[in-house]
């Protein structure tokens, strides 16, 4: 298998100048003519030969400026069409191929998904379209005609302003749409379908009208009105945050039921998966509406970072995505609570990026060397990536950071290019040497950092060490010191905050540690008495933190931390630390319970605190959050029993209190996914939640499954009782599937708390459903729902020490394999967790592998992610 290295990029030797498409769409096959006009570099020496990528494409006509090619002046095989000693001046290449969207079930290219056709191109998928120079640094202005059956697809789209469209005769039409901005072709899109749709307009802040449509399959059309919320409240953030202005007349978004992934940013034709657009309170929950604002926004944001400024080569993907991810975290802040964001994007990157990075498939936010891109779309490109952009924002400032960011926009407009440029403009801009900080985006691993600290009274001096570390990682044994932002402050026994006179032997930026080398050691004096150290403040850098602070100080910082997340944190410390002991035998004290349940009491009753903090702060870790945390030889088993004995023993003598209280929490307003309802139902569905798992009170979940008045409520009702695996579980799975059938988002919530079960037949029920002959095989949503939900969720079942789990999935895999490759080598990487488990458990998931291995062909998505794991 080829592997690609950043160390060989080099620019094409031709520039493709522009781009003209003609599809003319048939119910048998699609055909598509380029016209290409094509030019040598300068630097290009004459009769260089212009290879041009195609993957699986079947040439039927080919003409250089009109005329021809002789046989012997070009090659054409599955990986694309060589063009010999083209002419060395500007030409017009034409090509005309034939597809069969209706087969292609890698859903990359064009493809059909419930009569739509549609494409999709990030990052390879362009050349299953046409032979083009298929990657991120080639950028050309595009024109589009299509021609289709009028009855078929009324609705015609691809990127840019539409310019004409009319009759084409016998039963057929057109439309044709210019995209003034060059692009790079993964940015290609195109729909032709029989769509819904609504509309609605924008003013942008120059006065400029842009018209929005969202189009969706008939019937659906009042579902799309949160999403479109979204979209005029992202347009109106970017300007206000970021000085951007949308730059086309129309914003189109699309809706379709087989998607790849959540959403794509196609230059004015954002083509959506359907489950992160539709809402309505009946079928989707408080968390669905969030994502589908979140991803809406995070598409919407691509128009700058992404599409106007793009990246060199699929090595920055970074540039654009982590970038991207910041932005939308940001407008989420902006638009709910800042604090209740952080805590939610801090959980998402230690239960998926923290694993990532440092479990086989590590590697830097921008990685040097790949076999199959797909398999770099990864939590640590978006989510490490995302945190490595903000780490910039802190060092910065606010102003600092937006001086930067309108340098990059002013600077490289227009071009692809890199994360070293990237960083230039901040240095630019600010005057400051970031090359210590770059290696953030170059180096794999979650630095530890550990902290001690000492008083001493005589003095009144405090003195804080913190040291950083950074394990090795496939390929890369030795590991450099990182810039790490350390925001924090220093709290006196009374609860309030404290002061220093003056600080010595390192960098205090105001309340910003600067720890940029192996180990730092401060000497703060004039601190009156011993205070007890909150550190990485909303969590102000991607790290693990091992400290001396003990469970007493833990909680004093839950109680009086100014900073929320650190409270929030200080928590989940606590209980984290009691279950990992408790899971190895060394079961809590009754003082550390009594403790840490008045802790959470105390939090609860909190007027200053907002129901949706609450509901976090009184969540316990899961069985995978503690299993990472413990790191090495985990007996998962060991671990859910510690949890359950926690959650037990906390909450047996609060039950009566913490059922009162959620009993309060009934509400009958009408339902809004707003910050402050849907804060209230998280935090009542925690309490819940507790009850099930903590009191046997499966009466309650029962209860609320029937009287609830929305999908938040009943869903958590029917998910807390099958995690609990109560006695009203399986009734209530069943009632939900019967009750919502023909719904296939609602279908995709059954079968994730249908793979969550933790009782022994959850395999079995699991093969079934696969097995049933109406389970659609091919579509994404329904797969990842069941399986990407079964390895993702820190089931028992999935590790069970008889290995049933481990060769479920890998037997799946090898199925999916043939039909959609993407999705087969992302539900294999939940096998990643192999290397922290013990050693029985881990050989029966090596067996698997060498399995699937062996007696299978396998695609190169899912050959690079086996042979990784098992390496
Ligand atoms: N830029 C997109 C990433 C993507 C993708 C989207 C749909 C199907 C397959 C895909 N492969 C990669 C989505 C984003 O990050 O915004
Ligand atoms: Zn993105």
Redesign the pocket.
């Known amino acids: 298998e080829q592997t690609i290295y950043l160390k060989d990029y080099a620019p094409t030797p031709y520039r493709i100048v522009s781009v003209e498409l003609d599809f003319r769409i048939l119910e048998e096959n699609t055909r598509v003519r380029a016209q290409l006009a094509i030019e040598p570099r300068d630097t290009t020496a004459p009769g260089t030969s212009l290879v041009l990528d195609g993957d699986g494409l079947s040439l039927s006509s080919i003409a250089i400026d009109g005329a021809p090619l002789a046989l012997a002046s070009y090659a054409a095989d599955d990986n694309g069409l060589t063009i010999v000693e083209p002419p060395f001046r500007r030409f017009v290449l034409e090509t005309e191929v034939f597809l069969k969207p209706e087969s292609n079930t890698k859903?990359?290219g064009l493809y059909r998904s419930s009569g739509t056709w549609c494409t999709?191109c990030?990052?390879e998928g362009f050349r299953r379209i046409t032979y083009y120079l298929d990657r991120p640094d080639v950028l050309a202005p595009f024109t589009v005609r299509m021609t289709a059956p009028q009855a078929l697809a009324p609705v015609l789209l691809s990127n840019g302003n539409p310019i004409d469209r009319g009759d084409a005769g016998d039963g057929m039409h057109y439309a044709v749409w210019q995209d003034p901005f060059p692009k790079p072709a993964y940015l290609f899109a195109l729909v032709a379908g029989d769509l819904g749709s609504i509309t609605d307009s924008f003013t942008t802040v120059s006065g400029r009208n842009v018209d929005l449509a969202i189009y969706c399959t008939h019937g659906k059309e009042a579902e799309c009105h949160h999403a479109m919320d979204s979209l005029k409240r992202s347009m109106a953030w970017d300007e206000r945050r970021f000085g951007r202005e949308y730059d086309l007349d129309v914003f189109n978004v699309v809706a379709v039921s087989d998607?790849?992934?959540?959403?794509?940013?196609n230059k004015g034709l954002n083509?959506f998966n359907d489950k992160l657009v539709f809402a309505q309170p009946e079928t989707a929950t408080d968390a669905n509406y969030h994502s589908i604002e979140r991803v809406i926004a995070?598409?919407y944001f691509?128009n700058w970072t992404?599409n106007r400024i793009t990246c060199r080569d699929w090595f920055q993907l970074c540039l654009?995505?982590g970038l991207?991810v910041y932005r939308d975290q940001e407008f989420s802040s902006d638009e709910h609570s800042r604090p209740v964001q952080r805590i939610h994007d801090v959980q998402n990157l230690r239960t998926s990026q923290f694993p990532e990075d440092g479990g086989p498939l590590a590697h830097p936010p921008r990685p040097d060397h790949y076999r199959e891109i797909?398999n770099f779309?990864t939590t640590t490109v978006?989510e490490k990536g995302a945190e490595v952009v903000r780490m910039l924002a802190t060092l910065l400032g606010e102003a600092g950071f937006r001086k930067g960011m309108d340098l990059y926009f002013e600077r490289h407009d227009g071009e692809a290019t890199t994360i070293e440029a990237f960083i230039k403009v901040f240095e630019d801009a600010s005057g400051r040497d970031l090359s210590q900080f770059i290696t953030w985006y170059l180096q794999a691993g979650t630095p530890q950092v550990t902290v001690s600290d000492s008083y001493d009274g005589a003095s009144q001096t405090y003195t804080l060490t913190l040291t950083q570390t950074v394990e090795p990682t496939p390929g890369e044994p030795d590991k450099k010191p990182l810039l790490i932002p350390v925001r924090f402050g220093l709290i006196g026994p009374n609860g309030s905050p404290m002061s220093w006179n003056g600080v010595s032997g390192g960098t205090v930026e105001g309340d910003l540690i600067l720890l940029d080398k192996p180990s730092v050691t401060l000497t703060f004096s004039g601190v009156a008495n011993k205070p007890v150290p909150s550190l990485f403040r909303a969590f102000s850098a991607p790290v693990k933190v091992s400290s001396n602070l003990d469970q007493a100080d833990l909680l004093f910082l839950a109680r009086h931390d100014s900073d929320p997340f650190n409270r929030w944190d200080a928590l989940q410390t606590v209980s984290t630390q009691l279950i990992a002991e408790a899971a190895r035998g060394r079961r809590w004290s009754d003082d550390d319970a009594h403790a840490l349940r008045q802790a959470l009491v105390d939090t609860l009753a909190n007027p200053d605190l907002d129901a949706a903090f609450k509901a976090q702060a009184i969540a316990i870790p899961g069985t995978g959050m503690v299993s990472r945390h413990i790191g090495k030889d985990v007996d998962p088993d060991a671990v859910s029993a510690a949890r359950k004995d926690l959650v037990t023993t906390l909450v047996g003598p609060i039950a009566d209190q913490l059922a009162e209280r959620y009993a309060a929490l009934v509400s009958d307003a009408p339902y809004s996914p707003d910050a402050a309802q849907a804060g209230e139902r998280a935090l009542r569905n925690g309490l819940l939640q507790l009850l099930v798992s903590g009191a046997g009170r499966g009466d309650l979940a029962q209860k609320q499954y029937e009287t609830a008045g929305n999908m938040t409520d009943r869903y958590a009702a029917m998910a807390i009782a099958a995690q609990s695996w109560t006695d009203e579980a399986p009734a209530l799975l069943g009632d939900f599937r019967t009750r919502f059938a023909g719904d296939p988002l609602v279908f995709d919530k059954w079968l994730t708390a249908s793979a969550q079960a933790p009782d022994d037949g959850v395999i079995e029920r699991m093969r079934a459903i696969l097995a049933a002959p109406d389970f659609p095989k091919t579509n994404p949503n329904r797969l990842r729902s069941l399986l990407g939900s079964f390895v993702m969720s820190g089931s028992t079942q999935f590790t069970r020490l008889d290995g049933a789990g481990f060769r479920f999935v890998t037997e799946a895999v090898a199925e999916i394999d043939k039909v959609n490759p993407?999705v087969a080598s992302r539900i294999l990487t939940g096998m990643r967790i192999l290397p922290m488990l013990e050693p029985r458990r881990r050989e029966a998931g090596r067996v698997a592998l060498e399995t699937l291995k062996s007696q299978h062909t396998l695609s190169r998505n899912v050959g690079e992610i086996l042979d990784r794991i098992l390496a």
């Open positions: 859903l990359m999709q990030e990052p998607f790849n992934f959540g959403a794509m940013e083509i995070h598409e691509h992404g654009k995505e991207t797909n779309y978006y993407q």
